[in-house]
């Protein structure tokens, strides 16, 4: 590719709004077999596509997790949920509202992996991305989907259920709320009707000295909490100014 052709590359996604335009440029030409390709590629960026579902994976916790369209895009600040539940060295996870399955992938040390989404076209992409690592990835609506023989035995249940209030949906970016599925953003009135269903079910689903951790906004930390101790838990709210993350950590007696 010459140097005018990257040139031009950079020009359209600036002049698309993309904010990072030359890291942009960068993805999309790596991505490329041929310029044929590449101007494909970059009509459906400029377009208002996700570069993520454009390229077909997005970077997280150091690796390349597989996404494609329909499949919510893991954002950054999740790795600090990753972070929180990898502190904890679970030996059985259960991953819920899993979208591509980066979570549980990104933990580590884990011996055995069950991931839950209500989408379909999630599962599926989540199925390609644990295959590997063995984990097991059901279809169907929170722990109404997991095997009842796993009842009590998770180490912990770590969630990044949606969690934008349903009025809110409308200002999220045109990329998110147009590409990516309303299901995977939609948190209900207050945003945290899903919170509340998670954390009523976890207890029964918990080891004892098991742990429920919840990503959740600054706005919303506190409705979280409610939740998690309304179900039994003790809980605790902890943040990240490095992420602009926040998660709540629910925790059953031993």
């Keep these: 590719m010459s140097e005018l052709e990257y040139d031009e590359v950079v020009f359209s996604l600036r002049d698309a709004g993309c904010v990072f335009a030359e890291e942009e440029a960068d993805i999309l030409v790596e991505s490329a077999a041929n310029p044929a390709e590449l101007r494909e590629k970059l009509a459906r960026r400029v377009a208002g596509e996700p570069l993520e579902h454009v390229v077909g994976w997005v970077a997280f916790c150091g690796r390349r997790i597989a996404v494609e369209p329909g499949v919510f895009v893991p954002r950054r600040r999740t790795e600090f949920l990753v972070e929180c539940t990898a502190a904890l060295h679970p030996s059985v996870l259960l991953d819920l509202c899993c979208g591509s399955g980066a979570i549980g992938l990104s933990v580590g040390g884990v011996l055995e992996l069950h991931a839950v989404d209500v989408d379909a076209v999630a599962v599926e992409c989540a199925s390609r991305n644990l295959a590997d690592v063995g984990g097991t990835v059901y279809l169907g609506d929170l722990y109404d989907a997991v095997p009842p023989g796993l009842l009590g035995r998770f180490d912990a249940i770590v969630v990044n259920a949606p969690y934008v209030p349903t009025s809110d949906i409308g200002l999220m970016p045109r990329e998110a709320r147009i590409h990516e599925p309303h299901i995977a953003l939609d ?68």
């Excluded at 207050?190 to 959740?216: F, K, M, N, Q």
């Excluded at 409705?223 to 059953?252: C, K, N, Q």
């Design 187 to 254: 948190g209900g009135t207050d945003g945290a009707r899903i919170h509340r269903r998670v954390a009523a079910g976890a207890s029964r689903w918990l080891a004892p000295g098991g742990h429920l951790l919840i990503e959740t906004s600054a706005a919303l930390a506190h409705s979280t909490l409610r939740a998690v101790v309304d179900a039994g838990l003790s809980g605790r709210i902890h943040e990240s100014e490095a992420f602009d993350a926040v998660v709540v950590v629910g925790s059953t007696k031993k």
